[in-house]
């Protein structure tokens, strides 16, 4: 009898438990809520969590607590307390098998690389640069959230954006077609009409939201934009680079990308990788190979703990 293992991706917004097989193959899979305790609370994350086990047993009779091992990668897990919280959780739950927790950017990983080997690159509303080698020890850089950082992510090419767009508009900046763009973007009429979500009531999302106005204004030769994009693809070559030192330092590895934004902006993406190839000859970047849920399973299955 062929062993299976679980994993589970758990995001911000959503998550997914995927039981795959010894080759990798995803013979599972449901989704859920939020497990990132930081966005729904530690409780929320734990009834989700349940409810993803038990969706999972509901729909394909299998049951976690048979499998060789697991995988628990979420959004909002870094230290050693976030990650013993969980495993409690997962004890109680009557869970023995070998466990593995750790942050979600490392089933990304996982998945992209297919070896669990590497360095993988996100830039989505936030951005974070991690690493695994063939040792197990991890390095990341960046995750630090957006008040210090989330570097060349969706969010902060918004932002940047906006900035843009109200220092051109108070004639202080450098004229860019992102001030017509930020107007028609929010259906305002001044920058003040901004304020609700910029400061008393924030937002980051909509924020992020503005970033494919400035991809579109780029896209277009405006100068403004066109450098606002080269500084965020230097900053992520400045985290792979962080992570390579930590881990890779004169040796080969893989780099992978993930998020929405390296994965739907192509030319950027493009830019990006150019960038990390100039500050590290010895990287080579590759085309995702799976999703992140079975990232989660091949931890589980190469024995992560």
């Known amino acids: ?161 906006i900035k843009a767009a109200a220092a051109a508009l108070e004639r202080r900046g450098e004229r860019t077609i992102l001030a017509p763009m930020l107007f028609n973007h929010y259906g305002v009429n001044t920058i003040r009409e901004l304020f609700p979500f910029l400061y008393t009531n924030f937002d980051k999302s909509r924020v992020a939201s503005f970033s494919p106005c400035v991809f579109q204004a780029a896209q277009q030769s405006d100068a403004v934009a066109t450098h606002i994009l080269t500084t965020a693809a230097q900053d992520l070559s400045l985290l792979t680079r962080s992570v390579y030192g930590a881990l890779f330092d004169g040796t080969e590895a893989e780099v992978v990308f993930s998020g929405g934004i390296l994965e739907h902006q192509s030319s950027f993406a493009k830019l990006t990788a150019a960038y990390i190839c100039d500050v590290l000859p010895q990287v080579r970047i590759i085309c995702r190979r799976f999703e992140p849920v079975v990232g989660a399973c091949i931890l589980a299955r190469l024995g992560r703990q």
């Open 1 to 161: 009898m062929k062993q299976l293992f679980f994993g589970i991706d758990g995001g911000g917004t959503q998550s997914r438990l995927g039981i795959c097989d010894e080759t990798d193959r995803l013979i599972a899979q449901v989704k859920g809520g939020s497990t990132n305790r930081y966005a729904v609370g530690f409780d929320a994350a734990c009834d989700n969590l349940r409810d993803l086990i038990q969706k999972l047993k509901i729909e394909s009779g299998i049951d976690v607590q048979n499998c060789a091992a697991g995988c628990f990668a979420s959004a909002g897990m870094s230290t050693e307390q976030e990650t013993e919280d969980f495993r409690r959780f997962f004890t109680g739950e009557g869970i023995r098998c070998p466990l593995y927790l750790c942050n979600d950017a490392l089933a990304a990983l996982a998945g992209g690389t297919g070896t669990a080997e590497g360095i993988i690159v996100v830039s989505g509303t936030g951005s974070i640069a991690a690493g695994l080698d063939k040792n197990g020890r991890t390095a990341r850089a960046g995750g630090l959230g957006h008040l210090i950082g989330d570097e060349g992510s969706g969010f902060k090419i918004g932002l940047d954006g």
